[in-house]
């Protein structure tokens, strides 16, 4: 495996929305330390290809056989590996993360890499492809994921991790470790001048938009030390967020400008960012009534209508034998240790039930926006 030397100075300043050329070990080394939030990794996966890999109607199949994929043996794979996650370490800021994906391949030998060099494992995230290639000789069964490995630089690092926008994406569920996800194609997949695939492992946008999504803030940085044909940068963009792409092929270079400079970023970052319940402002129940949204008097009812509730004057509830919060009216009428009175209780608003939630989160925008 040849390198080439990067296009970095020491000397310049630090930049980002740009794309490096050379080699990313030579690279990272002279990009400052602790200067990057995430790094997503797509490195070489070392498949070993033995020959063509023929369809049954004996077509070749478009497969992996670049010089960058190519290693002498192991060894030379490991040192390579060792190399660049530690070059990756020394740029990540020790609130950041690394995420690195791989095949079964190589994905075994960088997990141990990663571990020997002190990053700590959070997850592994399991890419499913819904659209995989079949395994055309009947020998194996069909490769239908890849794996993603999700570390922090130590194990007390405080790292980014966009717990409600993830639950938010999956319809109020929390996100799963393994992700259901098309394969690059049609229109998304780059062509070359002669028509064919630009790059024979580009990523799907979807993958790095969840990824970018779940572990960066708008305004973090994002490298991609094996930038291709530009997947990180082009969603980073579109994001809010900043990149840095370093590639040894002109060619993907060059694809990757192109596309990036057609992606236009979200305008208003209020639309970017998902506030952690954590750190939403309180509104106590008790200033939904002063505010007149509901009325002492008004009945509420669980979803299914068994219990029901008064509201009272100062913001508490009382039924036929309980009173006291939204909270412990709630819990004691189910005979339940805790209760989230908030999606417990609803109200009726002509034929429908609401939960009484939604008065929380209307006060909630308008102490964000200034609207009421």
Sequence with gaps: MTTKKSTVKKSEAF?????????????????PEGSVDLIFADPPYNLQLGGDLRRPDNSRVDGVDDDWDKFSNFKAYDDFTRDWLAAARRVLKDTGSLWVIGSYHNIFRVG???????YWMLNDIVWRKSNPMPNF???????????????AKSKDARYTFNYDAMKNMNDGLQMRS???????????????????????????ESLLYRVIMAATKPGDIVLD???????????????????????????????????????????????LLT????????????????????????????PSGRFTARVRADGTL????????????????????????????????????????MFRQKMRAELTTGVQ
């Design 15 to 31: 930049k980002t929305n740009v794309i490096y050329g050379g080699d990313c070990i030579e690279a990272m080394n002279k990009l």
């Design 225 to 271: 030390p094996f930038f291709g044909t530009g997947t990180t940068g082009a969603v980073a963009k579109a994001l809010g967020r900043k990149y840095i792409g370093i590639e040894r092929s002109k060619e993907y270079i060059a694809g990757a400008r192109a596309r990036i400079a057609q992606v236009k970023p979200v305008a208003d970052e209020k639309l």
């Design 318 to 357: 009382i039924s036929s034998d309980h009173r006291g919060s939204i909270h412990q009216v709630g819990a004691a009428v189910q005979g339940a240790p805790a209760c989230n009175g908030w999606t417990f209780w609803h109200v009726r608003m002509g034929t429908n039930l609401v939960a009484i939630d």
């Design 178 to 204: 393994d992700w259901t996800l098309p394969l690059c194609t049609g229109d998304e997949r780059l062509k070359g001048d002669d028509g064919n695939k630009l790059h024979p492992t580009q990523k799907p």
């Design 112 to 118: 141990s890499i990663l571990q020997d060099l002190d």
């Design 137 to 151: 000789r009947g020998t194996r069964f069909t490769n239908a994921h890849e794996t993603m490995i999700w570390c």
């Design 275 to 302: 506030p952690s319940k954590r750190s939403e402002p309180r509104i106590p129940f008790g200033t939904v009534v002063e505010r007149g949204l509901l009325r002492a008097g008004s009945v509420l009812s669980d």
